[in-house]
T-cell receptor, first 110, second 111 residues
Framework: NAGVTQTPKFQVLKTGQSMTLQCAQD?????MYWYRQDPGMGLRLIYY???????DKGEVPNGYNVSRLNKREFSLRLESAAPSQTSVYFC?????????FGPGTRLTVL | GESVGLHLPTLSVQEGDNSIINCAYS??????FIWYKQESGKGPQFIID?????DKRQGQRVTVLLNKTVKHLSLQIAATQPGDSAVYFCAGRGGSYIPTFGRGTSLIVHP
């Protein structure tokens, strides 16, 4: 089992560019999540999907969209990147209480 | 909702010592707490959890203590090793099935 995988690992964007962060899990989990992590901060929830076909906003959803493509995959899209979106992005999945995290995508917006 | 916070941003210990990392939470209705370890360049990794009907839970070299009276929990690591160097997060769940994360304590283990 690969667990939770994320692509890309690193990305540099210019302000206004768009991109999609990919996440996939092979644990047959129902719930998936996107978090961002900024220096000195904990993880903040952007969006989550409790099950295939549903998505909901988290604490900091502005500037992002998500798609739960199927049970395995949950993507995060930045339509028009801003410097404030420079961060490390983590995807997670869960079935029950424990969340399992991917290795993260380090995004820099210039 | 829930708000969690860690008391110290950095904790330095000597190899072999016991480490104690503290965390406070705000919601007295919180029913579940988790500790995560995050090594540099990696995602958070589950260490141990505890439910609100317990006040202590032990794992391998780790113990979590929960004091609901003062809304405080702690992670104790016995015989700290260099491989324990990481950022440790507590997370609490109150009112939602999704936990809220604290800011993290960086544990530095000196040989």
């Amino acid at each position: 089992n690969a667990g939770v995988t994320q692509t890309p690992k690193f990305q540099v964007l210019k302000t206004g560019q768009s991109m999609t962060l990919q996440c996939a899990q092979d644990m047959n989990h129902n719930s998936m999540y996107w978090y961002r992590q900024d220096p000195g901060m904990g993880l903040r929830l952007i969006y989550y999907s409790a099950s295939e076909g549903t998505t909901d906003k988290g604490e900091v959803p502005n500037g992002y969209n998500v798609s739960r493509l199927n049970k395995r995959e949950f993507s995060l899209r930045l339509e028009s990147a801003a410097p404030s979106q420079t961060s490390v992005y983590f995807c997670a999945s869960s079935s029950g209480d424990t969340q399992y995290f991917g290795p993260g995508t380090r995004l820099t917006v210039l | 909702g829930e708000s969690v916070g860690l008391h110290l941003p950095t904790l330095s210990v000597q190899e072999g010592d016991n480490s104690i990392i503290n965390c406070a939470y705000s919601n007295s209705a919180s029913d579940y707490f988790i500790w995560y370890k995050q090594e540099s360049g990696k995602g958070p990794q589950f260490i141990i959890d505890i439910r609100s009907n317990m006040d202590k839970r032990q794992g391998q070299r780790v113990t979590v203590l929960l004091n609901k009276t003062v809304k405080h929990l702690s992670l104790q690591i016995a015989a700290t090793q260099p491989g324990d160097s990481a950022v440790y997060f507590c997370a609490g769940r109150g009112g939602s099935y999704i936990p809220t994360f604290g800011r993290g304590t960086s544990l530095i283990v000196h040989p």
